[in-house]
T-cell receptor, first 111, second 115 residues
């Protein structure tokens, strides 16, 4: 079956610390992968998407970066977190754009 | 560029009232998909419906119904006889076939159903 794993579920990090959020997909090959962020009380903003290994497109300039070292692994990183990086981060995958599967999300609080 | 507008930020209704959530989209692609998702307080996204651009048939699923009108670029969502469990944030979203299938969301509508 097709599943998506995202961890950790919650994270509290100090300002200036690094970040690494990981997302892995099972049961599909060559998916499109996406990272979204939802600030408190706001909508879902697309941060990055990837159509293949090593191919990353950024939607908005920011303090974050993404990597796709393997076909079904998508990593969101930061070298130094800012307060404004706090939010709910969701990973998703799609094949063909007809349907999307979302992870359970990571709630990040930068203090 | 693709864009989704949900003009209603918050809606408050009393249980058993009908409520319609509006969604207007913009796209230059002729092939696209429209979605509605529900986000309860726990945060996960719950898929409700997908519509492709060639299927303008309205759909009903229990108390939920969707009205897709290409002429006005709208994809509205109606909950009939609302219940407290319907309280959540609802997102409308659009993906274009020609846009790497990026799923772009509207800002969401927070629905509060009171007993």
């Amino acid at each position: 079956s097709q599943t998506i794993h995202q961890w950790p579920a919650t994270l509290v990090q100090p300002v200036g610390s690094p970040l690494s959020l990981e997302c892995t997909v099972e049961g599909t090959s060559n998916p499109n992968l996406y990272w979204y962020r939802q600030a408190a009380g706001r909508g879902l903003q697309l941060l990055f998407y990837s159509v293949g290994i090593g191919q990353i497109s950024s939607e908005v300039p920011q303090n974050l970066s993404a990597s796709r070292p393997q076909d079904r692994q998508f990593i969101l990183s930061s070298k130094k977190l800012l307060l404004s990086d706090s939010g709910f981060y969701l990973c998703a995958w799609s094949v063909g754009g007809r349907g999307y599967t979302f992870g359970s999300g990571t709630r990040l609080t930068v203090v | 560029a693709q864009k989704v507008t949900q003009a209603q930020t918050e809606i408050s209704v009393v249980e058993k009232e009908d409520v319609t959530l509006d969604c207007v989209y913009e796209t230059r692609d002729t092939t696209y998909y429209l979605f509605w998702y529900k986000q309860p307080p726990s945060g996960e996204l719950v898929f409700l419906i997908r519509r492709n651009s060639f299927d303008e048939q309205n759909e009903i699923s229990g108390r939920y119904s969707w009205n897709f009108q290409k002429s006005t670029s709208s994809f509205n969502f109606t909950i009939t006889a609302s219940q407290v469990v319907d309280s959540a944030v609802y997102f409308c979203a659009l993906s274009e076939r020609g846009g790497y299938n990026k799923l772009i969301f509207g800002a969401g509508t927070r629905l509060a159903v009171h007993p």
